[in-house]
């Protein structure tokens, strides 16, 4: 076994695309997080899902938090106003704050998409560009029922990644919140080596076991504005000129940072477990 190093946070998204909370203690099982991203906005228009990887159309979802509410999520809007997803009238409060019609899920569509924006078109021409947009299908990595994940159950970064994207930030600083993570990893060792975990079983605290899958390529959002932090056009460029691999055979070099994860054995975890390659 190889010792990475410890979980330094723990953070789920109750709803897609919005920011999210800080959790001392989380169970873990096959589907991901427990209430990590099990809800989502449709767009009313296209029956797409309603995702900050096109920020021209939805970056204004990053100014909201959400918070898992029982079996639904309680939304805080940036006006102080607060709405829970299964209430009435939800949907028009949050369609009136995004300027387009939406609806709250909790079930994804057969065959859900959503639209991610080229990242490096919208960091050329801004996040109010018009820009060229790849449909994508989620969950492609997930098992059944996965909620609204992008692509497989859990979301992993090391701190050594941060520290070096944000060395070369005029920042001086890349905040974790902006990469989306469910855990974050605190690592020694090069920027980056989150590569050499795909592939790789990790065993996380005594019980949660993990196999990485592949590295995880950005889109735009982790240079969008998250809450009160700004914007940061580095988030994006660092990885994209230090770090630009195929996460998987065809999809060509992509900017990464990050790996994703599917569990091989779930349970709790807890902030501070040890976190080991075997």
């Known amino acids: 076994m190889t010792r990475l190093g410890t979980v330094a ?6 709803v897609k695309s919005m920011l999210g909370e800080d ?4 169970d873990i099982g096959a589907g991901g997080l427990g209430g990590d991203r099990r809800w989502a906005l449709l767009d009313a228009e296209t029956g797409r899902i309603a995702s900050a990887k ?5 970056r204004a979802l990053l100014t909201m938090a959400a918070t898992a509410d029982g079996d639904g999520a309680r939304i805080a809007l940036p006006t102080g106003e607060t709405v829970r997803t299964g209430d009435p009238g939800a949907a028009q409060v949050l369609s009136r704050a995004l300027g387009r019609r939406v609806e709250p899920a909790s079930v994804p569509p057969e065959g859900a998409t959503l639209e991610r924006a080229v990242p490096e078109e919208v960091l050329a021409a801004g996040v109010t560009a018009e820009v ?17 994940v992008d692509f497989a159950p859990l979301h992993l970064i090391g701190t050594a990644t941060l520290e070096a994207i944000g060395a070369e930030s005029p920042r001086g600083v890349a905040e974790d919140v902006r990469y989306r993570p469910n855990l974050v990893v605190e690592t020694g060792g090069p920027a980056f080596g989150e590569n050499g975990w795909a592939g ?6 005594d019980e949660v076991v993990l196999r990485v899958t592949v590295p995880t390529p950005r889109c735009s959002i982790p240079t969008l504005e998250h809450g009160a932090l700004p914007r940061d056009p580095a988030a994006l460029r660092v ?13 060509g070099p992509r900017a990464c940072a990050g790996v994703y994860a599917q569990v091989l054995r779930p349970g709790r975890v807890r902030r501070g477990a040890a976190v080991r390659l075997l």
Do not use: C, H, K, Q
């Not at 946070?9 to 109750?14: Q, T, V």
């Not at 959790?23 to 989380?26: C, H, S």
């Not at 096109?54 to 939805?58: F, I, M, S, T």
């Open 132 to 148: 060229a947009v790849e449909e994508t299908v989620i969950g492609l990595g997930a098992p059944s029922g996965g909620g609204f």
């Open 239 to 251: 990885p994209a000129a230090r770090n630009r691999v195929e996460p998987m055979p065809g999809l």
């Open 200 to 205: 790789r079983e990790m065993a996380v605290g």
């Open 54 to 58: 096109n920020p021209r159309l939805w």
């Open 9 to 14: 946070a723990l953070r789920r998204y109750p």
């Open 23 to 26: 959790l001392a203690e989380a």
